[in-house]
């Protein structure tokens, strides 16, 4: 498979902080990979990085082209879609109003309206919900919204931080299996962040795993899965 999304010797900074040293990997095209890691491991920092929002050095390539240092507003308007952790949704607005800021960016504005029904598809929860404040949904809700809302930027590449953070176990394993069709179905690429080690490494194709932002380890997921020292740290068993 062909490389998607290329980063070398990434390194990054807060203030006169380094958090990220010589990170390197590479995502697949139509692929999910993970970053797996304890907190302060550096996985996040390794998506804002991605997307220019903390200060870095090294080199970061997209389809082929040089997004280092590229304007984080640039770095969307390439399809690249960020989710957070803590979900980012306008709170005070309602989900109709959350799904057509999201596609902004778009210039294909008559497909608006064909994409959100695909993402409806998906979330029939919040078709039912169009309406309502975000604010005032469920948090299984809002982090569908979201998910939702990155797909309306019809992303090559969606970067996800903690999907499964705060929510029932049944929500997640929701959400999960939406992903894969996503990826499946929607051929997008997926950089996913989770501390549930078990999950992720069960819808990735691979996986690195951070220690003090650096790559201590990396392989298929499968192998990674079956490692002692990541069985016993990040599984449990």
Known sequence: MLSLLEVKGLKAYYG????????????AEGGITTLLGANGAGKTTTLRAIC?????DG????????????????IVRLRIA???EGRGTFTTLTVEENLRIAAYTRS????????RDRVFSYFPRLKERVQQQAGTLSGGEQQMLAIARALMLKPRLMLLDEPSFGLAPLIVVEIFRILRRINEEEKVSILLVEQNAALALDLATHAYVLETGRVVMSGPSAVVKNDENVRKSYLGY
């Open 52 to 56: 220019n929002m903390v200060r870095t």
């Open 16 to 27: 006169q902080t380094q958090a990220l040293y010589d990170i390197g990997f590479d995502l």
């Open 108 to 115: 294909d504005k008559g497909e608006v309206a064909a994409e």
């Open 82 to 84: 960020h989710v957070p």
């Open 59 to 74: 080199a970061i390539r997209f389809a082929g082209k040089d997004v280092t240092g590229m304007p984080t507003e640039e």
